[in-house]
């Protein structure tokens, strides 16, 4: 949470009228967002990080067209954990496995001294997840020991991620993965944001 979604959602909705102009400021959001954007092309939707929205993240997930995964640049090694745990739901989810659909994650907050490029995330949460995979499989040997419920361990062997034996990376996964930088505070070009609405246009129209 506060990692920068809904101030991305506000600049998307409603656009800068300079190159220059920040986006709005903004709070940390305990409700959903949604509009339509791009001439009505689009329907964007911000989904809040926490986790008693997960109910509402699967729904949204399961007519997404693209994603835009906001990590704080800042607090992430902080919040490697948690953060790794979030995307890789994102990632191992039915729809979005099934519908390819494309990922970027946008490592946000960049204009602070102590965020860490995307580079760096991406290495940091390629780490973690391939930890989570071994716990996660874990878990599913146990449910294929006890559970009554084929369909219950179906769908728990489609959350691995990546190619089994091999150290995780994102290029493994069957739909994209990018990973931009942005910040909300200094401007529509600088800031990342220009980029971020181009792979939007890109992806829905792919």
């Keep these: 949470m506060?990692?920068?979604k809904t101030s991305?959602?506000?600049h998307l909705r409603f656009p800068a009228t300079s190159a220059s102009s920040a986006a709005p400021r903004t709070q940390t959001s305990m409700a959903?967002?949604?509009?339509?954007?791009d001439e009505g092309r689009a329907y964007l939707v911000d989904v809040p990080g926490h986790q008693k929205f997960r109910f509402d993240r699967d729904t949204q997930l399961k007519a997404a067209r693209a994603v835009v995964f906001v990590v704080d640049s800042v607090q992430v090694a902080?919040?490697?954990r948690a953060t790794a745990e979030t995307l890789y739901d994102v990632l191992a989810n039915a729809s979005v496995q099934e519908n390819e659909c494309p990922v970027l994650v946008l490592c946000n907050k960049q204009d602070d001294a102590l965020a860490l490029p995307n580079i760096r995330v991406k290495e940091m949460l390629e780490e973690e997840i391939d930890g989570l995979r071994g716990s996660r499989q874990a878990g599913l040997d146990s449910l294929q020991d006890t559970a009554d419920d084929d369909a219950a361990?179906?769908?728990k062997a489609g959350d691995y991620l990546g190619i089994d034996g091999k150290k995780f990376v994102f290029e493994d996964l069957c739909h994209p993965v990018q990973f931009n930088e942005s910040s909300m505070v200094i401007g529509h070009d600088a800031g990342?944001?220009?980029q971020v609405e181009q792979w939007i246009s890109e992806s829905l129209h792919t």
């Design 2 to 4: 506060g990692s920068g």
């Design 8 to 10: 991305l959602w506000c």
């Design 32 to 37: 959903i967002n949604a509009a339509h954007m």
């Design 78 to 80: 902080r919040d490697i």
């Design 153 to 155: 361990v179906e769908e």
């Design 192 to 194: 990342g944001l220009e």
